[in-house]
């Protein structure tokens, strides 16, 4: 549980640091973005309203637009007056009609490239211009009224409408106010006043990637850095889990080592103390008894201390010897059946040939001893039996030791060869977790690998593969 709150925890404080992270990164980005422009525009806009000083959007505009409105001014009065739906749709006609015919004649581009050509500017310098608004003014008590805005229904196509007006004419795909030169309203006068507006927007192309690029120490520092983060908190993880782990592998341990070890040192002790007295003295046989428990339990510490110091000497004075593996496998079976008591069994089948191996006599035998104690002490059948056989495998050999046992749990099939680990806390069964981890320790030293196929309440069988490099030809030997 606590193991899940942590990892909850971590996953969530990475998240929001990951996403303010990246807020921060989009903020700086935006500022950088909004902060560029282009160095030319004050420049460009004092050229461009030199070049249409006497015009209007571009040379030639203004012709377009007195030309349109003058002719439909008392119209537009007259529907404004008397029927607004009227006046509405003829408002729509007549701002289809004057930005059409000024996208069809417009001179801007040659307006823009002479400008670009008079001073020098880059020659990849794109521009866009749009028409933003018409207001017209018949009756200075009414006030100026819109024909023609950002929210007018034009019929033009979604590609030449921008939310700075109609695109009447350039190529820039990005008009923003980053990159707004020019922003004009001017006024006119016919039979009544008028008032235009139009934007003219210029940047270099690929401005984004640009700001982009400015950015790039930004983005690697924000990336080393969300690196370093994953980084840390992966290794407290691992640290933390590692030591929780040695925590509870301690805690296992001490727990055993109280129990497999408090047992026969209390046995012991009442044993002593009961041969103090004078009427157990007096019988020998009682004394012989006594004498015999104090052995056992001797012998029972004995084995337990002996099994920790081959753990810790596993690793010196190895002494590989040429043996048959049958030949091994059948003296330590052999001797392990005066413990096994009836109806229990186990038995060993040979393989039909000699195997001959580089292996430590010592080491095998107390490697193999350890798997049938286990197999035997954990198995709770009524009749325990445990079978061991020998199979050939790509080249090399497999050494089969199965039981008839309780299996073990998926969920732990992977522990237990770690050192002081025990499947069950049941007190019943004597051990301290190092018996496996021996086994795995003595293959590990031979280069031989194991595996296990188990089944719950179904039994259990390890498998021992000696690869086929580690095999002595006999027909060449």
């Not at 103090?276 to 012989?288: A, C, I, K, T």
């Not at 009836?342 to 040939?353: E, N, V």
């Not at 010592?362 to 104690?373: E, G, H, K, P, R």
Request: aromatic share 10%; proline share 3%.
């Amino acid at each position: 549980m606590k193991d899940r709150i942590y990892k909850s925890v971590v996953l969530v404080s990475f998240l929001i640091l990951l996403l303010v992270q990246l807020r921060l990164t989009y903020n700086s980005y935006v500022l950088r973005d909004r902060d560029y422009s282009l160095k030319e525009k004050t420049l460009i806009n004092d050229e461009y309203g030199r070049s249409i000083s006497e015009d209007k959007v571009y040379r030639g505009g203004g012709k377009i637009i007195d030309s349109i409105l003058s002719s439909n001014m008392p119209a537009l009065k007259q529907a404004y007056l008397s029927n607004r739906k009227e006046f509405v749709k003829l408002s729509e006609r007549v701002s289809n009609t004057l930005l059409k015919d000024l996208q069809k004649e417009s001179t801007m581009d040659s307006v823009f490239r002479s400008i670009v050509k008079r001073n020098g500017l880059d020659s990849n310098l794109q521009y866009l211009l749009t028409f933003q608004q018409i207001e017209i003014n018949f009756d200075t008590k009414i006030g100026n009224i819109t024909i023609f805005d950002n929210h007018s229904y034009t019929g033009f196509k979604a590609n030449q409408i921008t939310p700075y007006g109609v695109i009447i004419d350039g190529t820039l795909a990005d008009p923003s106010l980053q990159n707004r030169v020019t922003n004009l309203s001017v006024s006119g006068k016919l039979v009544y006043d008028y008032r235009i507006t139009f934007n003219l927007f210029v940047d270099p192309p690929g401005r984004t990637m640009k700001v982009a690029y400015q950015m790039l120490p930004t983005f690697s520092l924000v990336a080393l850095c969300i690196i370093i983060i994953v980084g840390i908190n992966y290794y407290t993880y691992i640290s933390w889990m590692r030591q929780k782990k040695e925590t509870d592998v301690k805690s296992d341990f001490l727990n055993s080592i109280k129990h497999e070890f408090n047992t026969p040192i209390t046995t012991i002790l009442v044993a002593s103390k009961s041969l103090h007295e004078e009427e157990v003295l007096n019988d020998r046989m009682r004394v012989n008894a006594l004498i015999n428990i104090v052995e056992r339990q001797a012998r029972r510490l004995h084995s337990h201390i002996n099994q920790m110091l081959e753990i810790s000497e596993i690793n010196n004075n190895i002494n590989l010897e040429e043996t048959d593996l049958n030949y091994a496998v059948l003296t330590l079976v052999n001797d392990y059946k005066i413990k096994v008591q009836a109806p229990d069994s186990l038995t060993f089948d040979p393989h039909g040939s000699e195997i001959l191996i580089m292996m430590d006599p010592f080491v095998f035998t107390t490697m193999l001893q350890n798997i049938l104690d286990n197999s035997f002490k954990h198995n709770h059948s009524d009749v325990k039996m445990t079978v061991l056989f020998i199979t050939a495998h790509n080249g090399g050999y497999i050494l089969h030791i199965k039981d008839n046992g309780k299996g073990i749990e998926e969920t732990v099939k992977e522990k237990i060869f770690d050192k002081f680990f025990r499947a069950g806390k049941d007190n019943t069964v004597s051990g301290l977790g190092l018996g496996l981890y021996y086994v795995k320790q003595c293959l590990d030293i031979h280069g031989w690998d194991i595996s296990i196929r188990t089944e719950p309440e179904k039994g259990t069988e390890f498998l021992v593969h000696i690869p086929a490099g580690q095999t002595i030809d006999i027909t060449n030997h």
